[in-house]
């Protein structure tokens, strides 16, 4: 008894503060194609460009430091042996 | 005076310190390699997967698309011109005891769909009696099982429908109709587990989180009916809805996974610490994410509408799996319904609040830019899909005025053609871009290495060559 109350109450609950009705369980003609339309509507796939991708890009900046900095260190440490090993 | 040999010998030892220098410098302004876009490319997420062969996937557009009331709805107009002609055709049977195994699936059928129509009507007391015959009919046919499906789930729904207003006046008969309906929701789960998203168990799932509610409404300021912790602070900057295994084994291509495998590395939510010993719910475990949120989805779009638990639990799943733009206006979507959320006050005031720093939680981890937008935009969107299913359900009444048949497969035709499709695009948060990382080498900074060993051995060079120079002078 006290199961079917408790059932019922939350039943409702369920109807009467929960969207106020709740055709979830609803079953008709419309039901089948309702979801096949539903599914085809999103079954294109994302244009995903990977060269633009955020993060997956060395960039030209990030090189054009790196060989700059290659280059002046080298041209410092031949510099450095250069005034170590020239005559006074 | 310092001879060449130990002049280049104290340079070596300076470049050394330069070296270390560099190297720490150059990780802060000059980056290591980065992952090459060349070799990146483009996987499905893993909830892409589907449950069942042929089961619907969820794509994040549709749960956008939900929230924002961007789909069809039919309208009344519909409803009453086909309820007409399903009578009209029912008239042609003689009777449900004359019916045969060729005549009976077209039969229900046809009760089905005057169920479906006099329900959205109204009507739901007259529709739960039809639903009972039909039941009646299909049992002395020996019908059991899977095709007692649709019985159960319309008979359990206009059930709930038709007494659910006496049971709150405290009518003991409306009270156990209600209790009947719920069982029959449930004999349609287990008669069909796998029918449309799961729509039928996440109900039941709703319905036991707010039977719990009852005792404790301490749980509706604590969890959403899927076991969110709406009380614990949710890590979303690092949120995914994929486990970081699902990468690498897709970036070296293991082959051979099963569907299950794939669906293992879905992020899982709900049922989180304490839910299991506070609520009573056949729902004990987290599951993936795209199971509850295509079932409300289901239920929001194919059945009862917008729903305050339903956008707040989409919100609390959209924010675990990272998708914070989407989370953002579930919250916002949820707080317009706040009046359908609790009969008490501060109940509501509560879910309020709770909605409001969710959104604050998001709005500062996004840029600046984006935060004065999100307002307009969710308002937008939301007016945009009302408009449709307003223009939808008046297209509707003047086609039927017009005597357009209903099962013409061109009914709505002309309307697609003026308004286009109204379902968002899939967009990049559905694929996953994978690129290798810079291996170990490619990561150390040569150049500022390089660099700072140079600048400390040409000083110190220099130094000792103007030390030398000075010593040499008479």
Known sequence: MLKHLGLAFLCFLCTAFVGGTARACINDREINNAEREFKSSYETSPDYDTTSAPGSVTSIDARVKRTAALGLGGALLLGAGALTFKRL | ?474
């Open chain 2, 1 to 474: 005076m310092l001879g060449r040999g130990a002049r280049f010998l104290l340079v070596l030892l300076a470049a050394i310190p330069g070296c270390v220098a560099g190297a720490s410098v150059a990780y802060r302004f000059v980056p290591p390699g980065a992952p090459d876009a060349s070799t990146a490319k483009s996987y499905p997420p893993p909830h892409h997967t589907p449950r069942f062969p042929e089961a619907t996937t969820l794509r994040f557009a549709m749960v956008h698309d939900v929230i924002h009331e961007r789909f069809p709805r039919h309208g009344r107009a519909y409803y009453e011109e086909r309820n007409r002609q399903v009578r009209r055709d029912l008239a042609a049977f003689k009777s449900p005891n004359s019916l045969d195994a060729t005549t009976a699936a077209k039969y229900f059928a046809l009760v089905d769909d005057l169920g479906a129509g006099l329900d959205y009507l109204g009507q739901s007391q007259e529709a739960a009696g039809l639903l009972r015959e039909k039941l009646k009919a299909q049992q002395t046919l020996g019908l059991k099982g899977k095709d007692l499906y649709t019985t159960y789930a319309n008979l359990g729904t206009f059930l709930s429908h038709a007494y659910s207003r006496a049971a709150l006046r405290g009518d003991h008969e409306a009270r156990s109709r209600v209790a009947e309906g719920l069982n029959f929701v449930r004999d349609s789960i287990e008669a069909n587990p796998q029918a449309h998203f799961g729509r039928e168990i996440w109900q039941v799932i709703l319905g036991e989180f707010l039977d719990s509610a009852i005792d404790l409404p301490n749980l509706l300021a604590t969890y959403d009916f899927v076991g969110d912790r709406l009380d614990a602070p949710v890590d979303n900057a690092s949120a995914r809805s994929y486990q970081a295994t699902y990468i690498r084994q897709q970036f070296h291509q293991s082959a051979g996974w099963s569907s299950e495998s794939i669906r293992s590395q879905i992020t899982r939510i709900g049922a989180e610490a304490g839910w299991k010993e506070a609520v009573k719910s056949r729902h004990i475990e987290p599951v993936a994410f795209d199971e509850p949120a295509l079932g409300i989805i289901g239920i929001w779009r194919l059945g009862s509408g917008a729903n305050p638990h339903f956008a707040l639990a989409l919100g609390e799943i959209m924010l675990r799996v990272g998708q914070r733009y989407i989370a953002w206006c579930a919250f916002e979507r949820a707080v317009t319904l706040e009046d359908r959320f609790w009969p008490d006050l501060e109940a509501r005031q509560k879910f309020v609040s709770h909605c409001r720093a969710r959104q604050r939680l998001i709005e500062e981890q996004i840029p600046t830019s984006d935060r004065s937008e999100l307002r307009p935009r969710f308002q937008g969107e939301l007016e945009f899909g009302k408009d449709y299913q307003r223009a939808y359900q008046e297209y509707e009444a003047d086609r039927i005025a017009a005597k357009a048949p209903l099962d013409d497969p061109h009914f709505y035709d002309a309307f697609h053609e003026r308004h286009g499709p109204i379902a968002s695009p899939v967009g990049g948060a559905d694929r996953i871009l994978v690129a290798p990382a810079p291996s170990y080498s490619e990561q150390i900074p040569y150049s500022g290495m390089v660099l700072g060993a140079g600048v400390s051995a040409f000083a110190i060079a220099w130094l000792l060559r103007k030390l030398a120079q000075r010593s040499a002078r008479p």
